[in-house]
């Protein structure tokens, strides 16, 4: 994967903070992804992603309209575009031991928009016994 070969070129704590701006919603693979974030946060202290997020939602939505991802979306007849792919960050972070935080942004709803969220994402400092 380009993201991640690229991330090698740079040394541990490299950047204050990395960020992704649409970026993971087309990467095909929820292991690449994983790579990805991790790699965000070796060569950075803090890291934000603004990406789609559809609670409930994971995995390729490449073509599908909004209903036919989840009952009740706006716009329901609207088309995900070619290689979209919707994860859920929650639980990427859990897994990996990180704190996430999200702030809903208002997009137009005519748009991806209304599913993109801001998530800050943190290490967790694990206390010494």
Same mark, same amino acid.
């Given at each position: 994967m380009v993201i991640k070969k690229t991330l090698k070129n740079f040394a541990d704590n490299t950047f204050d903070i990395a960020f992704t701006i649409s970026v993971l919603d087309h990467i095909g693979s929820k292991d690449e992804v994983v790579l990805t974030i991790k790699e965000l946060f070796r060569v950075s202290k803090k890291v934000y992603l603004f990406e789609p997020y559809i609670e409930g939602v994971d995995g390729d939505v490449s073509g599908l309209s909004r209903a036919e991802v989840k009952k009740g979306l706006p716009r329901p007849d609207k088309v995900f575009a070619k290689h979209s792919y919707?994860? %859920?960050?929650?639980? @990427?972070? $859990? *897994?990996? %031991?990180?704190? /996430? !935080?999200? !702030?809903? @942004? +208002?997009?137009?709803?005519? $748009?991806?928009? +209304?599913?993109? %969220?801001?998530?800050? /994402?943190? !290490? /967790?400092? /694990? *206390?010494?016994?």
């Open positions: 919707l994860w %859920n960050y929650y639980d @990427i972070c $859990s *897994k990996l %031991n990180l704190e /996430i !935080k999200t !702030k809903e @942004i +208002p997009l137009h709803a005519h $748009s991806l928009g +209304p599913f993109y %969220n801001l998530f800050e /994402i943190n !290490k /967790i400092l /694990i *206390k010494a016994d």
